[in-house]
């Protein structure tokens, strides 16, 4: 099909495609978009290319990475602007008010959803108003207005029923059934949800009447029907088993779960939810699992919650670092959406300016042909010719006068963005003081914690249940208290100027203290750590910096590498340098992990081989420490290949 379609055909055809598995594959989502968008570039359209970009940002928001999601849409709006594409500057608009909206930015989010609306109605573009009006009827049911969100919705749905876009009005009928379900206008809600099913039925689509089933099981759960419940719940299982699509299944297990539990029938909740719970940990999702483990524990006998306890404890150590992780990604959108915001203030400036100025030479252009024809015909012409001239010195006045003004403004816009870019710093500056803050005051209670588990652990009294839960409450502090340890540093190694405290050391006995420190650890896993040495025997540097830099490449390396393999230390000193080569026996990085593998609470896609804990900050203080000693350090191997660092450390600074 691809084959046989036209340039223009493929790229409309690759769109489609990446519009079409936003949801339920969103790597696809971005690999199509990327494909439509090479190919748009090649083909140098003149329209169009803000469409795969704002595609490529659904699907990092469907992976949760709001920040990506951002920069595509904000990328999205720009190439709009300068394409003079009105209907995707339009979508931009409205795709970036949805990401402003996820992190609760109301009022930045509105203002892109009435702009996407104000374009929309203006190109009398009926899809995109409708789009925009569902947009803001979720600002309104953010502020618990729900008789203002249903209005919006009801026009939203007259106008995609108008358009005969059933997909699109069957959306508009499951948002408003949610909303009549909120006001407990169940019979309303029930109206809009069987009309949607009808409509999905019309289009054999099973995963939207999937969706619409699970929708009505949800509703005579809350209006407290539950006589249909069982038949819904068989009828959406039939569809399931035919869609093979997880995350559906995941919401039906769960839904399934509540819907046997309100009915009395607690085996078979049970069952659904034990599904519920493998297939959230298989997709990383620990909100979820949580929820189910909790309702788990409620139905499973003490005997039996052993396992479920533990792996509570698990998904909500990761819930508190997601959270973490969010918060700072939360707060760097809010800060990009700022300067984002003055970047297209200023590129609309110029492009007014570019604008002005060639009006200005298209009318010197016409003087000069009036001047050369007036020449050439003589006198009979001079006064027609001095009349014009006075009009045109005029229209020059006039425009002079317009640059002036445009100048002005842009002078002020600039002062204003020198205003918030000194704002952005101290935003900058008050967010690492607070996280050093916190962290700092995390690690004293943390430590006390730790101190007390250990003389617990030393009663004799202890019963071995009991010394597993010590024990396992020791490893979680003491996790945690390294997390804060990587915080604090990595908070000081950004903050402080304070320069490296430089001394000769030898290479020998550096390396011999590094092999007995994890020479423990090794034996543990049955890995091989190797050091090998070459060159000069003593270096000067940093001896505490050197020691955090092989500290963090040797765990790494010995956390990532499986039983029964090897991990080697590799040392090379001259004159001028130290070289030190850390190879490690893991799966290695993919190219998506390369890409940002030194940025802060970066999770890469490798997992540690017997359940060690990472907190994504190990690189990220591994590239600071290089750089404050003038070095360098890189990835020489490729990817999914066994991870090889190199470290290189001029001799005193460079």
């Known amino acids: 099909m691809l084959r046989q379609a036209d340039d223009i055909g493929r790229f409309d055809l690759f769109c489609k495609i990446s519009f079409e598995y936003r949801n339920s594959f969103p790597d696809s989502t971005i690999y199509y978009g990327n494909e439509a968008l090479k190919l748009g570039e090649q083909l140098k359209l003149a329209k169009g290319l803000a ?66 609306l104000q374009i929309f109605q203006n190109l009398h573009e009926r899809s995109g108003t409708a789009y925009a009006l569902r947009s803001l009827s979720e600002i309104l049911i953010g502020r618990e207005d729900f008789k203002g969100a249903l209005e919006l919705l009801d026009q939203a749905y007259q106008i995609r029923k108008s358009t005969g876009d059933k997909r699109a009005t069957i959306s508009a009928l499951l948002e408003a059934a949610a909303v009549h379900r909120k006001l407990n206008d169940f019979a309303e809600a029930e109206e809009h949800l069987n009309e949607a099913r009808d409509l999905a039925l019309d289009l054999s689509d099973r995963q939207t009447d999937a969706e619409v089933l ?45 819907a046997y539990y309100s009915i009395q029938r607690p085996a078979d909740a049970k069952s659904v939810w034990l599904k519920s719970r493998m297939l ?52 760097d959108l809010q800060l990009l959406a700022q300067k984002s915001e003055i970047e297209k203030q200023q590129l609309k400036l110029k492009l007014t300016e570019e604008q002005i100025t060639a009006e200005r030479r298209r009318s010197d252009n016409v003087v000069l042909m009036i001047l050369f024809v007036t020449f050439f ?53 008050e967010k690492d ?92 896993k049955k890995i091989s750590l190797n050091i090998q040495m070459s060159g000069e025997t003593t270096f000067i540097t940093d001896t505490m910096l050197l020691t955090r830099i092989l500290e963090n490449l040797v765990s ?17 000193a001259n004159s001028n340098q130290l070289t030190i080569i850390v190879s490690d026996s893991g799966p290695g990085f993919t190219e998506e992990d390369i890409s ?10 490798a997992r ?8 994504g900050l190990g690189l990220a203080i591994l590239k600071r420490i290089t750089n404050k000693l003038g070095g360098s350090v890189e990835l020489i191997s490729q990817p999914r290949q066994s991870a090889v660092f190199r470290v290189i450390i001029p001799k005193g600074l460079s």
């Open 51 to 116: 469409r795969p970009l704002s595609f490529i940002a659904f699907g990092y928001s469907a992976k949760g990475d709001l920040v990506k999601s951002f920069r595509f849409h904000d990328q999205a709006i720009g190439i709009a602007i300068r394409q003079k594409d009105s209907l995707q500057i339009g979508y931009a608009h409205n795709n970036l008010g949805r990401i402003l909206l996820e992190v609760k930015d109301l009022g930045r989010a509105e203002e892109n959803f009435k702009a996407a």
């Open 214 to 258: 699970m929708a009505l099981i949800e509703l005579n759960l809350s209006a407290g029907t539950r006589q249909t419940v069982v038949d819904l719940l068989n009828t959406t299982e039939e569809i399931l088993k035919k869609l093979n699509n997880d995350l559906l299944n995941l919401k039906f297990f769960v839904l399934s779960g509540k």
């Open 608 to 615: 540690p081989t017997a359940g060690e804990p990472s907190n």
């Open 433 to 524: 003081s607070l996280m050093g803050i916190v962290a700092h005051d995390l690690r004293t209670p943390l430590s006390h914690i730790s101190g007390f588990a250990r003389l617990i652990g030393m009663e004799g009294t202890l019963t071995p249940v009991q010394k597993d839960y010590v024990d396992r409450i020791s490893k979680t502090v003491d996790h945690g208290y390294r997390l804060v340890s990587d915080l604090l540093n990595l908070n000081n190694f950004k903050s402080t100027d304070e320069k490296p405290q430089l001394n000769e050391i030898s290479i020998k006995d550096f390396a011999e203290t590094l092999f007995s420190n994890y020479s423990k650890v090794a034996d543990e």
């Open 280 to 331: 959230a940990e298989k997709l990383n999702n620990p909100a979820i699992e949580r929820d189910v483990i909790e309702q788990l524990l409620k139905l499973k006998p003490a005997s039996d919650n052993s396992f479920l306890l533990a792996r509570l404890k698990v998904v909500e150590d990761e819930i508190s670092q997601r959270e973490l992780i969010i918060s700072t990604e939360k707060l």
């Open 556 to 572: 790494n390396a010995l956390k990532f590498s499986p039983l029964n393999s090897v991990v080697t230390v590799e040392f090379s």
């Open 377 to 429: 015909i003589g006198g009979i012409l001079t006064a027609l010719f001095l009349i014009r001239q006075r009009l045109l010195n005029r229209q020059l006045r006039i425009q002079n006068e317009v640059i002036l003004r445009t100048k002005a403004k842009i002078t002020e816009a600039n002062n204003r963005l020198e205003i918030q870019n000194r704002e952005l710093q101290e935003l900058s500056a």
């Open 596 to 605: 940002g593998m030194f940025r802060q609470f970066k999770k890469l896609s």
